[in-house]
């Protein structure tokens, strides 16, 4: 029973160097920027390693054609992929 407590004590003595590392690790995930695309390239969503979405660019074509419907789902598929990408 005594022997966790060493074990314990350890992690606490530690546990600065750990969040340091748990903190570089998040950050360098925000550097890795991967892209989703959809419609052929008309649509693509960039997303981190933090899974968050950096950016979407439009084809302004695809604007002008007024399809909403249409945009609206390459705009989700462009996400999911970089999002899908971005996990891996």
């Known amino acids: 029973m ?4 060493g074990n314990f004590a350890d992690l606490m003595r530690n546990a600065g160097k750990i969040r340091e590392s748990v ?6 995930l ?5 892209e989703g695309t959809s ?4 649509v693509t969503a960039k997303v981190n ?5 950096v950016s979407v660019r439009i084809d302004p ?12 789902d390459l ?7 970089g999002l899908s990408k971005a996990r891996e």
């Open 23 to 28: 903190e570089k690790a998040t950050e360098s």
């Open 61 to 72: 074509k695809l604007l002008a054609d007024g399809d909403a419907e249409l945009l609206e």
């Open 39 to 42: 419609g052929g390239g008309v």
């Open 49 to 53: 390693g933090r899974l968050e979405v």
């Open 30 to 34: 925000g550097q890795i920027q991967v």
């Open 75 to 81: 705009v989700t598929a462009a996400v999911n992929q």
């Open 2 to 5: 005594f022997n966790n407590l």
